[in-house]
């Protein structure tokens, strides 16, 4: 989630406060008091893994209000409402501590000895044993007492595999169970990555279209343009938006940052005429088709923002005739296979789409969402009655795996070396299937996920997400963040991670509170990028985690220690991290080398347009502005003077060239590239919009209707659609691949 800047907007708020009190040193406060951290409130909720108090971007010291601890606490099932509640609440858990035998959850390194001191006394009747992932016995472990505490500590030996398994201990008949995660110390670098620096493309998938699209570009699209990315350009991976799934039918949301369910796939982005029952459909059958493809065939040409929703009310049907057309015997034994292998989540997912697609959307006068569970008899009745349509849904996901899977492949036999990167989204829609079927998994209460306020918004911001319950993480050893990374990695060779400090902390935002009034919950992120390393290394994959804005150190640099790549974007990269427009930019050298690095980001407008000041013209245009015009735009112009400086200063342009940008465009986007290939960054990135030289912006942030997010389709700099088929051939394009092949200098 990014700002207008594209800066992390939820991590552009500074660092959670430190416990030391400075303010009888007479400096500014930067730490509770004693009198508060002895307050019953403040005790629970730092218990509970709230952070009371934080450091803001402006480095203001700020304390998190009791009405938003009361309220978070509450979401967190924990009643804090009075100050006999609050005693009541910690004495509970206290009482819930002093009887857990174990930690619901263990994160272990494989190859080093993993020690956890028992809950019980050294001298009880203790058994143990480990259930390996694969369902073996593991018994390299040791039960010591430990002197100083009085209490057993268990010692699992170093070997113990790499994998999720289970330990089970019995204490005089008392039985406690937790998770491993035992995950390598630090996801290994694929060896193609370790020998020397990789680059890659960054697209918006859907705005590339060719003629057999139906006006948004598709899995068939993604599938091209893969091949010719690696045999043309000789790229190495493609980053592209989320591709998580949407809502069954319109209206549908643009923005693939804001997901139904991150566990599935967006079948919008199916093409019928790539699905191997379509070749076998009668005659009559495939003319149907034929013709809802040539309904919306000719949106395929045109430039104008996409009608996302008329593109899905053409292809759906197109869908359904060729599932009804039905599949041969070995066909049929692959989908009962991948619905087995998708487990229950599968059934909740296509039921959830059932109720959307009969009662109606699940927001406005339809209250199905809030009146009705999923193990209500009334949608088990509705499953019955409308089987079909249940298990069309199921198909859906089917063929949209297969075909995501065939474009990861199309890559790596092309000679990519990662292939597809995908990009995992904060969090789902609060009225999604994740949310609905699963409503555990979440923070109950309405609390959603957003920023405090920062530099680019005054009164915070709230993106409308519900939060994991960390309590429910914990206690089920991280099954579903484990069940969505490895989702992402059967058809991936990466995974980037939106807004990365999300595994540390995030805002909640209690309902009626407002953004500004909110407060950071902790996560367990040793658990997740255990998880994170696990799946990487079993694809042989790697993690880029966003880090753009104001991350504390302590952050990157666990992430960094755990093989984690962040971002380096050059628009953002200024000597000692400044946020003020006109300060100078970092020399190339001395970027990151575990990053990805990158000119500009789907944030902001495409270079030629960041160049020309498209930025500002949209932001007044928009009426978004809280400053006059001129101001913003001096602060762009100094901004750009700055990057003309530092391209002048390594000789990557002459002075003649930056006094005259708009006469330049071309030549300066590809010489800010060219200062990438300069950096010891391990990955680098292009955007295909710097390719053909396009200028509008893919997103505003800050609109919703105001401006048409997330549906603009490819063009070149005069606007003319560039075609699926004719980006790698595109002399501009070609250019652009050159200097990242260090061939053009």
Same mark, same amino acid.
Request: negative net charge; contains cysteine; proline residues 6%.
């Given at each position: ?27 500014? +406060? ?12 403040? %005790? !629970? ?86 259930? *390996? ?17 009085? %209490? ?7 070997? *113990? ?45 859907? /705005? ?14 993604? %599938? ?63 003319? +149907? ?19 996302? =929703? ?91 795996? $297969? &075909? ?68 429910? !993480? ?15 990695? $059967? ?25 500004? =009034? ?70 190339? %050298?001395?970027?990151?080398? &575990? ?30 502005? /809280? $400053? ?41 986007? $590809? ?10 960054? !391990?990955?680098? +990135? ?31 700099? /005069? ?15 070609? /250019? ?10």
């Amino acid at each position: 989630m990014t700002d207008a800047y594209g800066n992390d907007a939820a991590t552009s708020t500074g660092t959670i406060a430190d416990t030391t009190n400075n303010a009888a040193s007479g400096a500014p +406060q930067r730490a509770e008091s004693t009198e508060r951290l002895a307050r019953p409130l403040i %005790k !629970l909720a730092k218990a509970c893994g709230l952070a009371t108090s934080f450091i803001d971007q402006l480095g203001t010291y700020t304390e998190i209000s009791d009405a938003a601890l009361v309220a978070v606490l509450k979401a967190l099932d924990v009643d804090a409402s009075s100050d006999e509640a609050i005693v009541r609440s910690m004495t509970q858990l206290e009482v819930e501590n002093s009887k857990r035998l174990l930690p619901s959850t263990i994160v272990a390194t494989t190859g080093k000895p993993t020690g956890i001191t028992l809950n019980c006394s050294s001298d009880a009747d203790i058994t143990a044993s480990i259930e *390996l992932e694969d369902g073996t016995a593991f018994g390299h472990f040791a039960l010591l007492p430990n002197l100083n505490s009085g %209490k057993p500590d268990l010692t699992i030996a170093p070997d *113990l595999p790499m994998g999720y398994h289970t330990l089970t201990v019995t204490v005089d008949g008392r039985e406690g169970k937790a998770a491993i995660i035992a995950a390598p110390a630090r996801i290994p670098m694929p060896e193609a990555v370790a020998e020397h620096q990789r680059w890659g493309w960054m697209t918006q998938m859907y /705005s590339v279209r060719s003629r057999e699209s139906w006006g948004i570009g598709d899995y068939g699209d993604l %599938k091209r343009l893969l091949a010719d990315a690696a045999e043309k350009s000789k790229a190495d991976f493609m980053l592209i938006n989320p591709i998580h799934a949407g809502a069954p039918i319109p209206p549908l949301e643009p923005s693939p940052y804001l997901p139904e369910s991150r566990r599935f796939l967006n079948v919008t982005y199916i093409r019928p005429q790539d699905i191997p029952e379509y070749a076998t459909l009668p005659a009559d059958v495939r003319a +149907q088709v034929d013709a809802l493809h040539d309904s919306v065939a000719a949106r395929n040409d045109e430039s104008t923002p996409m009608d996302i =929703n008329a593109a899905w009310e053409a292809k759906r049907p197109a869908l359904r005739l060729i599932f009804e057309a039905g599949r041969n015997n070995k066909r049929e034994l692959e989908f009962e296979h991948f619905k087995t292998t998708a487990g229950p989540d599968l059934d909740s997912f296509a039921t959830w789409c059932l109720c959307f697609e009969v009662w109606g959307a699940p927001w406005g006068e339809n209250r199905w969402f809030f009146e009705k569970t999923i193990d209500d008899p009334a949608v088990r009745q509705l499953v019955e009655e409308h089987h079909d349509l249940f298990e069309f849904n199921r198909w859906l996901q089917w063929i949209a795996a $297969e &075909q995501v899977n065939a474009a990861q492949q199309e890559a790596l036999d092309h000679g990519m070396t990662l292939g597809l990167m995908q990009d995992m989204a904060v969090g789902v829609h609060g009225l999604g299937a994740d949310a609905w079927a699963n409503p555990e998994r979440f923070a109950s209460g309405g609390v959603t996920v957003g920023c405090p306020p920062d530099f680019y918004n005054q009164q915070g911001q709230d993106w409308g997400q519900p939060p994991f319950n960390p309590r429910y !993480l914990e206690a089920t050893g991280y099954q579903v963040y484990r069940e969505m990374v490895h989702s992402m990695y $059967e058809h991936a060779g990466a995974v980037r991670i939106d807004h990365v400090l999300g595994l540390f902390r995030l805002w909640w935002i209690p309902q009626g509170l407002g953004a500004r =009034n909110g407060a950071y919950v902790t996560y367990n992120h040793e658990a997740m990028l255990g998880v994170l390393a696990i799946e990487a290394t079993r694809a042989g994959g790697m993690v880029v985690g966003e880090d753009l804005g104001t991350v504390p150190d302590y952050v990157r640099r666990i992430l960094a220690d755990h093989g984690v790549l962040g971002t380096d974007v050059e628009w953002f990269n200024r000597v000692d991290d400044s946020p003020n427009a006109g300060d100078p930019y970092r020399a190339p %050298k001395d970027y990151r080398k &575990q990053a990805l690095a990158s000119v500009t980001t789907h944030d902001l407008p495409p270079t030629a347009g960041y160049l020309n000041f498209a930025h500002v013209k949209l932001r007044e245009e928009l009426h978004l502005l /809280s $400053e006059p015009v001129e101001a913003f735009a001096a602060s762009a112009m100094a901004e750009r003077t700055a990057m003309m400086n530092r391209l002048v200063e390594n000789g990557y342009i002459s002075q003649t060239v930056a006094d005259d940008v708009e006469g330049h465009v071309q030549e300066i986007v $590809e010489a800010m590239h060219a200062m990438l290939t300069d950096t010891p960054s !391990l990955l680098l +990135q292009a955007a295909l919009v710097d390719g053909v030289g396009e200028c509008r912006s893919q997103n505003q942030p800050g609109t919703s209707r105001e401006y048409s997010n997330w549906r603009v389709p490819l063009a070149d700099s /005069s606007g003319h659609v560039v075609h699926t088929d004719e980006v790698f051939d595109l002399p501009r394009v070609q /250019s652009l691949a050159a200097v990242m092949r260090r061939e053009k200098r």
